[in-house]
């Protein structure tokens, strides 16, 4: 093997800034979109556990059709079909948006988690017993309070290690928007072994950059699990990523 | 709307369907024994073993498999001094990625065997190795089999990243007839449609093999 490694060149211009912005690209595309996904994981997985069916039914299609289709084709359709099907004036709002890639990932991402969400916000309020829905109720308040304020904050605490392997999930996955042209570090460590014939160290970097945030959520996310316990009620499951 | 163009295109697509179909299923015969073999070196006593295995699985499951790809169709032919097709580094960077995976759910499942059924089967005079294939093994099987379909899905959903190196299954054929024809929209429809298909139908075993369980 026949390589000269040269670390150093990491720190020059212009693979320096480049590497700088991926990463932070790659952390708030990451966190915005599991934000988003957090929110309609828990709505859609409400909707599958209530006594109406037509609700009930929605959430099963939607968990169905954004699970079994593979992200990157539906980061394809976002791209291309979505656009096709928006009203014109929208359509040519689209077009012209500078970032769209970047929010075409956003959404892609965001959905396709949503669904995986909403599964484990679903088996989340099965495992909660039925006496808290019955206690809630008498107590007078509406099924809407009785989620907002006992059920939801029950289940989004029990899921708390599932959502930490989802925000990981979703980090990894970011990694598919270089296929839409998203400067995310994949993209970009690809980019540099192109431009200097260096791919160990850029690829390294990019590397580096998951395993270390990896290593960040999960030290970060066993310290939320701690304070969000609630005595007595919980028991607390190691979190494994 | 012009559906003409999937049925003018349809040989190829099916063809791109079928090269996804069997790089899953090569990926899944590989991987799921180097999976078994890492499960037993985590589960293992010696502690450098099992450190090694656990690092192997850890490194891999943190980083996207673009990045595994990136990483052996660019490092493999450095370390060997000559070019590889893209196939081999295809199957190569899946095998490792997946075998990572796949040795979680086997540890996961054999773990989830109580240890009191391990000392029993000890103390009925059986062997450590009798133990583990007329115990441990048949149950674990039975509770992972729901986990395992599962991943088998993932699998065939991740031969989709194979389309940036520009290996000819279903994701990348689609593509370029997309490109060639100008027609993103019914081909990309098509596209998604084939996949559920297929990926539902696993879903759907998964859940049966669940139900038995």
């Known amino acids: 093997m026949r390589y000269e490694f040269r670390w150093g060149m990491l720190l020059e211009q212009p693979y320096f800034t480049w590497i700088v912005d991926a990463i932070a690209t790659t952390l708030h595309l990451a966190l915005l979109s599991w934000i988003l996904a957090l929110a309609i994981g828990i709505a859609v997985g409400v909707m599958r556990n209530t006594p109406s069916r037509a609700l009930r039914f929605a959430g099963a299609l939607y968990v169905e059709i954004f699970r079994n289709v593979p992200l990157l084709l539906q980061l394809f359709l976002w791209l291309y079909v979505f656009p096709e099907l928006l009203p014109k004036h929208w359509q040519l709002y689209w077009n012209r948006l500078d970032d769209a890639p970047y929010w075409t990932a956003v959404i892609g991402l965001s959905l396709f988690t949503a669904a995986r969400i909403a599964e484990q916000i679903r088996s989340a309020i099965l495992a909660i017993p039925p006496g808290q829905f019955k206690a809630a109720l008498s107590t007078g308040l509406t099924p809407f309070q009785m989620y907002r304020y006992v059920i939801v904050p029950y289940a989004v605490r029990i899921i708390i290690p599932a959502i930490t392997s989802e925000f990981l999930t979703i980090f990894k996955n970011t990694a598919l928007a270089l296929t839409i042209g998203v400067a995310e570090i994949s993209s970009v460590a690809r980019k540099i072994e192109a431009w200097s014939f260096k791919g160990i160290e850029a690829y390294t970097v990019a590397s580096a950059t998951y395993v270390c945030t990896t290593i960040a959520v999960i030290v970060l996310m066993g310290w939320v699990e701690k304070r969000a316990y609630i005595p007595g009620l919980i028991k607390r499951e190691k979190s494994d990523a | ?213």
């Open chain 2, 1 to 213: 709307m012009d559906w003409n163009v999937v049925s003018a295109n349809f040989p190829l697509l099916m063809r791109g369907l079928g090269t996804s179909l069997q790089l899953a299923a090569v990926v899944i015969v590989l991987s799921f024994p180097i999976g078994c073999l890492i499960a037993i070196g985590r589960l293992s006593r010696r502690r450098w073993l099992s450190a090694v295995c656990a690092g192997f699985v850890h490194t891999l499951r943190s980083n996207p498999l673009v990045l595994i790809l990136f990483w052996f169709y660019f490092s493999v032919p450095l370390i060997i001094g000559r070019s590889i097709d893209d196939g081999a580094s295809v199957i190569v960077a899946f095998v490792v990625f997946f075998a990572a995976y796949f040795g979680e759910i086997v540890r996961a499942g054999v773990q989830s065997v109580g240890t009191r059924q391990v000392q029993a089967g000890l103390s009925s005079g059986l062997s450590y190795a009798q133990t583990m294939r007329y115990i441990v093994l048949p149950q674990a099987i039975r509770s992972m089999r729901p986990a395992l379909t599962t991943q088998c899905i993932v699998v065939f959903q991740g031969t989709t990243v194979a389309y940036v190196i520009g290996y000819h299954e279903l994701m990348h054929t689609t593509s370029m007839i997309a490109e060639r024809t100008v027609r993103p929209v019914e081909l990309y429809s098509f596209a998604a449609v084939a996949y559920f298909a297929v990926c539902y139908a696993g879903s759907l075993l998964s859940r049966h093999f669940e139900k038995q369980a």
